[in-house]
């Protein structure tokens, strides 16, 4: 006879295998929203790296790349992603780079940014940022571990 305790057990386990394979199955190698696409909620990443603000995109300039689609404000911004996108998109897929430091996806607010070392890094909030400032070679090394592993499993 099985005992409730073993039961829970039993039905625990199925939970966190849940949860661990929607994850698997939600992650993108860039962070977007579901629906749309749109990666950083539509603001040019060219602009968070040449001028250190967060700047909407139009969407009259958009470009698709890495399953993606991207917005920027100026069709000068719109040819150096085109040129070279590796430069421009935010590291770590730009997902919260202190949540995946922490093994966590966790959403991002495209206001909330910081640029290190010419690399556009993201956060779910003011406080998560200054965190992550307080040591960001550390963070960034963690975060960068946890989401080669997330694109490993993502691509098996």
Not at 72 to 81: E, G, M, S, Y
């Amino acid at each position: 006879m099985i005992r409730f305790s073993q039961l829970l057990r039993l039905f625990s386990g199925f939970l966190l295998l849940g949860l661990v394979a929607q994850t698997l199955l939600a992650f993108r190698p860039f962070s977007a929203d579901p629906k749309s696409l749109l990666a950083l909620g539509g603001y040019d990443s060219v602009a968070y790296v040449e001028t250190g603000q967060a700047v909407k995109g139009a969407p009259i300039f958009f470009y698709f790349w890495n399953g993606v689609y991207w917005r920027f404000a100026t069709q000068a911004n719109l040819r150096k992603f085109q040129s070279t996108p590796e430069r421009y998109a935010p590291a770590l897929g730009g997902y919260c780079a202190l949540s995946l430091a922490d093994e966590a996806i966790n959403p991002c607010d495209p206001t909330v940014f910081a640029v290190h070392e010419g690399k556009l890094y993201v956060f779910g909030n003011e406080e998560v940022k200054a965190t992550w400032m307080k040591d960001p070679e550390h963070y960034i090394k963690e975060g960068q571990q946890v989401y080669e592993r997330l694109l490993e499993a993502e691509e098996s």
